[in-house]
């Protein structure tokens, strides 16, 4: 037991916080108003409504909902430097851990739960998919 908290301390100081405890992964629901809608995230259909769905905590996404029949709606999911990290890397770890984080993204994080898209019917189309 002794020789694992100098281990943690070491890791603390080499990798950062951020690095350390800050998650990779951020579970987002995807919901829409009509549901089965379909989700496109960073280009690529990951389903329809509504959805769980496992993104990069690190990274900014875009999302956009289609269905036929009304205009798509894109919601932006933005990870951003949180303090908290950089406050731990600078009150507990060091220049180096400093450096790891800012540049691997450690401080970076997603703070929503949710993408919430309400798609709304596209002019002289019927939503229900018959003719007007």
Do not use: Y
């Amino acid at each position: 037991m002794k020789r694992l908290i100098p281990l943690f301390f070491v890791a603390l100081a080499t990798a950062g916080c951020g690095t350390l405890f800050n998650s990779k992964i951020k579970t987002i629901d995807m919901i829409s108003s009509p549901t089965e809608a379909e989700v496109w995230i960073d280009g690529t259909r990951r389903g329809t409504t509504p959805l769980t769905v496992e993104l990069d905590n690190r990274t900014s996404h875009t999302v956009v909902f289609r269905k036929e029949g009304h205009w798509p709606v894109l919601c932006d999911v933005n990870a951003s430097t949180e303090a908290r990290w950089v406050i731990l890397d600078v009150l507990f770890g060091s220049l180096f851990a400093v450096t790891v984080d800012a540049a691997t993204g450690g401080w970076r994080e997603i703070s929503q739960d949710a993408c919430h898209a309400v798609l709304r019917a596209a002019p002289g189309v019927d939503p229900e998919g018959s003719d007007s």
